[in-house]
């Protein structure tokens, strides 16, 4: 009769994935992925950088300052092993006598026994309410759901004492003479309490990512697809373009093999990257699987002790940033050959030429509202007076408050997180106007009444200050591609851009000219598309756009309740497809042009329930959030 592992241990659960064998001496990664150790050591010994190595599966960067044998020895995963080494094996000697043959097996003790002596185990109170099972059951699978295998952990101090509590101060197993020693004032709990506490939590916390799961497996699908249109695309196109040279094949054929090597070199660049954005799935999604599988394993298989020791690893690993899928997959590469005239003497108008392009995501005919909620908070002394809105990358809302002084950030769902600057012993805000993520995640925030940008991080905490002495008044703030930040000064009538370090880079329409470009600058983006900085002029009531170099693009717009004009130009900011959004504060309303200027329509009116838009952001799942004047944030779904 072949042994049954229990139907939720996998069996490569219990095998090294270096060697594919059995686990010999297992040490856990910080990324809950296990492995014996001798293959560590080799592992290691080629592959370490330093004091680190990346993960064999993950490959996420693990710490080894005192080499393999200073990872954490997995007592789970080895208690796993001898609990199922246990039901493989069809006969037992009794484990208190060594005589005769066993028949049941003792959970709590850890032992097999024969009749006799199971006589004599359970004459005494102490060990009559063990659990007991049958060698048969134990054998053929049928056992019930709360078995596990259990290790009795002595402490290093006490030697004697089990350490059968858990300080919750410390977050450590003890015995009960710590207790009395070093954790009087502690609060300690018995870990069986500690660990059917910690279980829920595991579950809850494994059964949470399966949603998480569930959006890599699309994702994945998606770029799947991606692929395979792709490789359509390539298939057509090259037939479009083999066919067109062969018409004038004596005049076009150098051509043609240029094409087709920047077909070529296109369809090898878009493979790799979208190659690399699978991979990236799969070892995210394989990270979370193995942590949820690791999460299962123990709260069903783990010994209380295990529980306690790893729930808050698995927690650590599960609820990192990079834990959680991109909240959108990138637009597709399209490949299309676009023919030329045949009559054309240019050899280039004859063969035609490559066009690549991604598909822009299609418009709603109406925008819809998908969530709101209210900025204002408890602590506020006055009415919200609301100037700018951003996002972070784990999806809270930012936004900034100038009458009440204050930053706040918010939660996706609109929940207070933290607010900072309101009599604050890091910083006092006065007027404070813009904010924006900088490229190392803290906030960068400008305050009119400082001359100065001041940088927080997310929790508001004081970094460091740029633009002195030079700024005098700060507006809006963006971040280009390359991370420089890019600066609006109502008074030197002019934007500022800076280098990576905080120092003056360039310079756009420095006041003092004789044709001014601004008057009153007083919001900035970046173009996500082609890197456009995109500013508004309340003054002007216009949008004035230069390439990342600092020439004129274009103007869009002029003072007015019309059409293509403002009153109250405000906020802009752009979406993947580089299609531009303005705040239009006092026609209630967001005009949406393209990266070259061009109206397109109104993305969201008064008819859609908006009213004094000042803020707006382009989520990154491709929403628009707008903050209004006085407190509401909206967000808008307006693509398909």
């Known amino acids: 009769m072949a042994f049954r592992l229990p139907e939720d241990i996998e069996e490569n659960f219990l095998t090294c994935q270096i060697c594919l064998d059995s686990f010999k001496e297992p040490k856990t ?3 809950l992925h296990s492995f014996c150790l001798k293959c560590l050591k080799d592992y290691v010994k080629n592959f370490a950088v330093n004091i680190s190595f990346p993960c064999p599966v993950c490959k996420q960067d693990t710490p080894i300052p005192e080499g393999a044998e ?3 020895t997995s007592f789970f995963l080895m208690n796993l092993q001898e609990f199922v080494s246990h039901r493989a094996t069809v006969v037992h000697k009794c484990s208190t006598c060594s005589t005769n043959t066993a028949t049941v097996w003792c959970q709590e003790c850890n032992h097999f026994l024969c009749e ?10 102490a060990t009559s309410v063990h659990d007991i099972l049958s060698i048969t059951d134990i054998f053929e699978g049928k056992l019930p759901g709360n078995v596990k295998p259990h290790r009795v952990s002595f402490c290093q101090k006490h030697k004697k004492e089990e350490l059968r509590f858990f300080c919750t101060v410390d977050e450590t197993l003890v015995c009960r003479d710590c207790i009395v020693t070093e954790h009087k004032a502690h609060v300690c709990s018995d870990v069986i309490d500690v660990a059917t506490a910690h279980r829920t939590q595991i579950r809850q916390l494994v059964e949470s990512m399966q949603p998480r799961l569930a959006s890599f497996n699309e994702m994945k699908r998606k770029y799947v697809h991606q692929q395979q249109q792709l490789m359509s695309d390539k298939k057509h196109t090259e037939n ?28 090898a660049v878009e493979m790799r990257q979208i190659t690399t954005e699978i991979e990236s799935v799969d070892m995210a999604t394989a990270s979370v699987q193995s942590a949820c599988d690791f999460g299962e394993q123990l709260v069903k298989h783990g010994a209380d002790n295990d529980v306690v020791t790893y729930k808050k690893v698995l ?29 054309n003497a240019d050899v280039k108008g004859i063969i035609g030429h490559v066009i690549e392009s991604r598909e822009s995501r299609k418009l709603l005919k109406r925008a819809k509202q998908v969530k709101h909620f209210v900025a204002k908070t408890a602590s506020d002394k006055s009415a919200c007076y609301l100037r700018a809105v951003t996002t972070t990358k784990q999806g809270d809302v930012v936004v900034t408050d100038q009458y009440n002084h204050k930053v706040k950030v918010f939660s996706s769902c609109g929940n207070l997180k933290v607010e900072f600057g309101h009599k604050d012993r890091n910083k006092t805000f006065k007027n404070v106007w813009d904010v924006a993520l900088t490229p190392d995640d803290n906030l960068a925030i400008t305050d009119w009444s400082d001359k100065c940008v001041n940088v927080h991080t997310l929790k508001g905490g004081y970094v460091s200050n740029f633009g002195q002495p030079y700024i005098k008044k700060p507006f809006g703030i963006t971040y280009t591609k390359k991370g420089k930040a890019v600066v609006a000064d109502g008074i030197n009538k002019c934007l ?3 280098g990576l370090d905080g120092s003056l880079a360039q310079y ?32 002007k009531e216009c949008i004035i756009a230069f390439t990342s170099g600092g020439q004129l693009r274009y103007k869009y717009g002029a003072p007015g309740p019309n059409d293509q004009q403002f009153r109250g130009a405000g906020a802009v900011c752009s979406d993947d497809d580089g299609k531009v959004f303005i705040a239009d504060a006092m026609n209630h309303r967001i005009h949406l042009i393209s990266q070259d200027g061009t109206f397109l329509r109104y993305v969201v009116t008064q008819e859609d329930g908006l009213m004094d838009p000042v803020g707006i952001t382009v989520t990154d799942d491709g929403l628009l959030m707008v903050a209004e004047f006085h407190g509401d944030i909206k967000c808008f779904k307006y693509v398909e």
Do not use: W
Request: hydrophobic content about 30%; proline content about 6%; overall charge positive.
């Open 70 to 72: 200073g990872l954490r």
């Open 508 to 539: 756009i329409g420095k006041g003092g000219d004789e044709q001014e470009l601004f008057t009153n600058p007083l919001y900035v983006t970046t173009n996500k598309s082609n890197q456009d900085i995109v500013a508004s002029d309340r003054s």
């Open 116 to 125: 006799s002596c199971l006589k004599f185990h359970g004459s005494f109170p």
């Open 29 to 31: 990664l910080p990324c």
């Open 315 to 343: 927690h650590e690993q599960l609820t990192k940033p990079e834990m959680r899928p991109p909240r959108t997959v990138r637009q597709k590469l399209r490949l299309k050959f676009m023919a030329a005239d045949v009559a």
């Open 496 to 498: 500022y851009i800076h």
């Open 240 to 267: 479009d373009i083999t066919a067109s040279a062969n018409n004038i094949i004596r005049l076009i054929n150098e051509h043609c093999q240029t094409l087709l090597g920047q077909i070529n070199n296109t369809y």
